[in-house]
């Protein structure tokens, strides 16, 4: 059922230059790591924390390479949200998971961003499993 509500079951990312064209006009015109975004998140950690919450932050795996080349500052632009999620986490004191072996394998994805069906199978097994050897560990 994965991928059931978003219609991205059976979908395979295919590589479109002009919707790479198209987010390097729009939505990533004005990109930037930090400031605002990195604030309100470490808020939203932290009033998570409160009520007692187990937090856990994903990094979730995207085709990475193609979206490098609508970035404005390209793949330094990933280094600098990278390192914000590793700061984060570290600041708040909350595991951090990373797939990075997912990253840019054209059969998860139903675009780039979004996992498809078999994407999401691969991911929520492997989340199962790790949140469950935390939540185990002393």
Do not use: C, Q, W
Not at 34 to 40: D, L, P, Q, S, T
Not at 51 to 76: E, F, Q
Not at 118 to 131: C, K, N, P
Request: hydrophobic content about 45%; glycine content about 6%; charged content about 25%.
């Amino acid at each position: 059922e994965a991928g059931r509500y978003t219609n991205f079951d059976n979908a395979t990312y295919t590589s479109r230059p002009e919707v790479l064209e198209e987010l390097a006009d729009g939505a990533f015109l004005d990109f930037s790591v930090g400031g605002v975004e990195e604030a309100a998140v470490l808020r939203i950690v932290s009033r998570a924390k409160d009520i007692g919450a187990n937090v856990v932050i994903v990094a979730t795996p995207s085709m990475r390479t193609p979206l490098t080349t609508a970035l404005p500052n390209g793949a330094s632009d990933f280094a600098a949200y990278d390192a914000s999620i590793d700061r984060i986490a570290s600041e708040s004191d909350v595991p951090l998971i990373r797939y990075p072996d997912l990253d840019d394998r054209a059969e998860l994805f139903a675009d780039v961003y979004h996992m498809n069906g078999a994407g999401t199978e691969v991911i929520s097994e492997r989340l199962r499993r790790d949140i469950a050897a935390m939540l185990a560990a002393p």
